[in-house]
């Protein structure tokens, strides 16, 4: 058995595996301008009305599980000094 062999196949095939893949890379990115130029972009105001949701909606969640966590934390700390822990 000859070294090509043992590495996948003689030199022609590497080759033309190698042309393949740039061909294959060459129409992906084809495509990819393709679909992009069909995508449809959201407008300037569309992007800062919901960030501005995103924003207050996190912030909304975060006094809320703040208030949480402390409530847990104080009902956590009066039954262990009950127990007298």
Known sequence: MSSDE???GTGSELTKKVTGT?????EFLHDVRVEMKQV?????ED?????WVVIATV???GVF???VD???Q??????????GV
Do not use: C, D, E, H
């Open 6 to 8: 043992s590495q996948g």
């Open 22 to 26: 740039v061909a294959n890379t060459r």
């Open 40 to 44: 449809t972009w959201p407008s300037r």
């Open 47 to 51: 992007v800062v009305s919901t960030t």
């Open 59 to 61: 912030a909304f969640f």
């Open 65 to 67: 599980l703040w208030l």
């Open 70 to 72: 402390l409530g847990v």
């Open 74 to 83: 104080r009902s956590v700390q009066y039954i262990l000094k009950k127990f």
